[in-house]
């Protein structure tokens, strides 16, 4: 008796439990699917995002390099040149005074630059003026004068913020002490890696009067604070 | 069938982009050394002949008829500045100051200009004897030092010792000779030309990184010295290169997308243990009472 009785408990209960489980599994079971699709969704959503994201700026990158890397042209004058008086003369050449460049909204007062402790070139104590190297030529004089500026401080853009932006044949101003102006046309603009920096083309002799603005550029690397390149725009003395 | 047209046509695109990507790799890396500050070099015209008088300068792109320059009326004495001009083969005349240029020059050379290198071509010599030279300008000094060079000019005293200080840069160098560049310590000088019967001083000022030709002339009745700049750069070159931003305008990293993919991944494995219960045969389903036995 008991026994048959134990025996149909057993036999209900194995009947009816699968019964009233069932639902509760099959709903938890399509909770857990609902929710595993939203994390999934959520997840794939993050990652396109930052997939995006990173295309984007890699995108502008390039584009800010596009204008990097032209071939120096050939200034070919011709016509007469009336007199040899062309030889520029030292002495007559002021200290550069103040910088102007249209073509990128440049309007700056150039401070004095000299060498750091290590012998690296100074750059200006704030991003909103341009230095003259002082032991490099004066702006108009024989050899290759160098200006350096800012590209930016850690809060926005600096002096040579559009540097990189500058093309063939656009001109610099400089006024000097004795307000003089010194006209240049740009020849070349280039980008190099710091590691590779050509520093024997940049400050070494040239045979003309020539001037070299020298920003930084290319990608910033946040872990050590410094960019990984620099942006140096060759311009030659026109008048 | 359609596999191998696939195959085929790929072949084929393979065979058309190979050699078009090659080129464009070969321009590519062709490029930089094409576009440096080059394709250009420079080059200056003088007169140093005592007994010849004025002359115009003719430079020709080679077989162009036309002159890319002309300088007129060039004195004894007279050194031009540097004009750039584009790499090639060049051709210099001289003809008597206001000579047609139609007229046969008085003499005439032809230089090759390579790409970033500078050359003064000089008359020289008396005038019975005149001669283009082609001299090669240096364009790069020892670190810390200057360099010079000597052209003797001077007729009248036809050998000329020249010294800086106590150095001496050359001695008894004759009449249209020109020495090679010496390197010597920065610094203002008092280069001093002695001739035969004649000498004479100037203070000059030889700057680190600078390179100077210093020519003896006749000045009617004495010598004259003259200093040319041939190049001027830095007088100490900086270390390393400018640090001149802290990226306050430069584009943050990008985050990581792994963290994302993860979180995908586990999305997955949660729907697919979710699938598993809602599918899972009912005999299978956990916390079934094993069977009693009496």
Redesign the interface.
């Known amino acids: 008796m008991?026994?048959v009785l134990?025996g149909r408990g057993?036999t209900s209960?194995r009947h009816r439990r699968?019964r009233e489980?069932?639902p509760i599994?099959?709903s938890?079971?399509?909770?857990?699917?609902?929710?595993?699709?939203?994390?999934?969704?959520?997840?794939?959503?993050?990652?396109a995002l930052?997939?995006h994201?990173?295309r984007g700026?890699a995108a502008?990158?390039g584009t800010s390099r596009d204008g990097n890397?032209?071939?120096?042209?050939?200034?070919?004058?011709?016509?007469?040149?009336?007199?040899?008086s062309?030889?520029?003369r030292?002495g007559s050449v002021g200290r550069p005074y103040w910088l102007l460049i249209p073509a990128i909204g440049v309007s700056s007062d150039v401070v004095r630059l000299g060498?750091t402790a290590?012998?690296?070139?100074q750059?200006p104590p704030t991003?909103a003026v341009a230095g003259w190297?002082t032991?490099?030529?004066r702006p108009g004089?024989?050899?290759?004068s160098?200006i350096?500026?800012?590209?930016?401080?850690?809060?926005?853009?600096?002096v040579?913020?559009r540097l990189s932006r500058m093309r063939r044949g656009e001109y610099v101003y400089v006024i000097r002490a004795n307000h003089t102006l010194a006209v240049f046309e740009v020849?070349?603009v280039?980008t190099?890696a710091?590691s590779g920096?050509p520093?024997?083309?940049v400050?070494?002799?040239?045979?003309?009067a020539e001037l070299r603005l020298?920003?930084?550029?290319g990608?910033?690397d946040?872990a050590t604070?410094?960019?990984l390149s620099?942006v140096v725009v060759?311009a030659?003395l026109i008048r | 069938m359609r596999i191998k047209k696939v195959v085929r046509r790929c072949g084929r695109l393979a065979l058309l982009l190979g050699p078009a990507s090659m080129a464009l790799g070969l321009l590519a890396y062709a490029a930089p050394a094409a576009s440096a500050s080059t394709g250009t070099g420079w080059l200056r015209l003088a007169h140093l002949s005592p007994n010849t008088p004025p002359v115009d300068v003719y430079l020709y792109s080679f077989h162009d008829p036309n002159a890319m320059i002309v300088l007129d009326h060039v004195a004894y004495g007279t050194v031009s500045g540097y004009e750039t001009v584009p790499a090639g083969e060049y051709t210099v005349a001289m003809r008597g100051a206001g000579a047609s240029p139609s007229s046969p020059p008085v003499i005439s050379t032809t230089i090759n200009v390579r790409a970033g290198d500078a050359y003064t071509v000089a008359g020289m010599g008396p005038a019975n004897g005149l001669q283009l030279q082609i001299l090669r300008d240096r364009l790069t000094t020892p670190h810390g030092k200057a360099l010079v060079r000597i052209i003797q000019a001077s007729l009248v005293q036809h050998r000329v010792t020249v010294t800086a200080g106590h150095k001496v840069l050359v001695r008894n160098l004759q009449f249209a000779k020109l020495t090679s560049y010496v390197a010597v310590r920065a610094g203002t000088w008092n280069v001093k030309a002695s001739g035969v019967s004649e000498h004479t001083s100037a203070s000059i000022d030889l700057a680190a990184g600078t390179i100077h030709t210093i020519v003896v002339l006749d000045d009617p009745g004495h010598l004259a010295l003259d200093d040319l700049t041939d190049a001027a750069g830095s007088r100490v070159i900086p270390a390393g290169a400018p640090a001149t931003g802290l990226g306050g305008t430069a584009p943050r990293p990008a985050p990581s997308s792994l963290p994302w993919l993860l979180l995908a991944a586990c999305g997955l494995l949660l729907c697919a243990a979710g699938a598993r219960w809602v599918f899972r045969p009912h005999s299978a389903l956990p916390n079934r009472r094993p069977p009693a036995v009496t």
């Open positions: 008991t026994r134990a057993r209960a699968p489980r069932r599994a099959r938890a079971g399509t909770a857990l699917v609902v929710c595993g699709l939203l994390v999934t969704a959520v997840g794939l959503g993050g990652w930052v997939s994201g990173s700026h502008s990158h890397g032209f071939a120096a042209g050939a200034r070919g004058k011709v016509g007469r040149i009336s007199g040899p062309k030889r520029p030292r060498l290590a012998g690296t070139l750059v991003a190297y032991r490099s030529p004089g024989v050899g290759s160098i350096a500026g800012h590209i930016d401080s850690k809060l926005g853009p600096g040579f913020y020849t070349s280039r190099y710091k920096f520093a024997k083309t400050y070494g002799p040239v045979p003309d020298i920003t930084c550029g990608t910033f946040f604070g410094s960019y620099n060759y030659t």
